[in-house]
């Protein structure tokens, strides 16, 4: 099983648009967050956003793949998560749409195991004490 | 580093959990309901301890023996944590074609 976060979407545009709007410093300021984002392998750079208790706003990030119109892959570290991996992989459908599989991974710990396992779901809290847990634990 | 689940693989420690869940004890009472040595016990409340799972409190009466309270929020913090950021990028990926229509109409 992933022990990641991923989405698969597809998007009503061509690759190369696509392309641009993951590389391009100031389109990934614009729909993600701002950055001084260079699309160079090994290029360290920030995003910054508001500020929220247990995080200072600013993500770390450092640009690990870089695969023209296909793969781009940074690192991600900020708030509760240390050396996590974003990866955006592009695939032209037919010159006017584009696949996009968004995966973000490589999460420790706790994060790790709940990705794997999600045993939780809403209305855990009241529940743990008396159902929840107890039938995970059986099925164990 | 810190996992919970390898914490709750074992079976007596799953028993455990699920008894302090109910109820906090403390290692002698734990000792004796599982008929096992005190330390034994210690040694698997000391891995719920660095889990997260359970924290030690003093007792009222006897300050020198620790009470074992099961500490499952540990457990919903993570899952809230993975919800927010599910939900980040979900509505992140979304603005991202709207970023994209909005380049058509220029």
Known sequence: MPKSIQFTKIYDFPVEKMWNALTDQQ???????????????????TFRTKSYPGFNGIVDCKVLELKEKELLSFSWSGGSLSDSVVTFRLTDLDGKKTRLEFEHSGFKGLMNTFL????????????????????YLENE | MSDVFKAIADPT???????????????CMI????QMSRTAVSKHIKILV???????????????????????????????????????WNSKLDGL???LAKGEDH
């Open chain 2, 50 to 88: 660095d889990n997260n799972l359970v924290t030690l409190q003093s007792g009222k009466e006897d300050g020198r023996e620790r009470y074992c309270h099961a500490r499952l929020e540990a457990l919903a913090e993570v899952n809230d944590y993975i919800i927010r950021l599910e939900g980040f």
């Open chain 1, 116 to 135: 794997t396992r999600k045993i939780l779901s809403i209305g855990w809290k009241e529940k743990i004490l008396t159902v929840q847990l107890q039938k």
């Open chain 2, 31 to 34: 000792s004796k309901k599982f």
């Open chain 2, 13 to 27: 420690r799953r028993e455990i959990l699920l008894m302090l869940a109910q109820r906090s004890e403390n290692i």
């Open chain 2, 97 to 99: 074609n709207d970023y």
């Open chain 1, 27 to 45: 389109a990934l300021s614009e729909w993600l967050m701002p950055c001084d984002f260079l699309p160079e392998v090994g290029h360290r750079f």
